[in-house]
Nanobody, 117 residues
Framework: QVKLVESGGGLVQAGGSLRLSCAAS????????MGWYRQAPGKQRELVAG???NVADSVKGRFTIVRDNTKNTVYLQMNSLKPEDTGVYYC???????????????WGQGTQVTVSS
């Protein structure tokens, strides 16, 4: 069973930075793409960043997604954080599994990011 473990969340003041990490393990097959989502209280989960470089308009210029294929890890560098960035951040991975290369989606458990004003 594929495991995704996020880390790096925490409490930060507005204008500060955090770097989230998501490491995938016990992979059978190959990772097609990894991404980051977030869910604020009372709101639906939304895409923050995915693929190699794509980020949502709301975080463009502030957040950067970086994938390290050698470590099966994806990072989310978050700069100039705002209170509205507060939420639980989840990573996911689309994995192509043998024998037929079917695509499966896995999620991490989430990491809390809180930005104080």
């Amino acid at each position: 069973q594929v495991k995704l473990v996020e880390s790096g969340g925490g409490l930060v003041q507005a204008g500060g930075s955090l770097r989230l990490s998501c490491a995938a393990s016990e992979i059978i097959g190959s990772i097609k793409v990894m991404g980051w989502y977030r869910q604020a209280p009372g709101k639906q989960r939304e895409l923050v960043a995915g693929g190699d470089t794509n980020v949502a308009d709301s975080v463009k210029g502030r957040f950067t997604i970086v994938r390290d294929n050698t470590k099966n890890t994806v990072y989310l560098q978050m700069n100039s954080l705002k209170p509205e960035d507060t939420g639980v951040y989840y990573c996911n991975a689309h994995i192509l599994q043998p024998p037929y290369g079917n695509e499966f989606l896995y999620w991490g458990q989430g990491t809390q990011v809180t930005v104080s004003s």
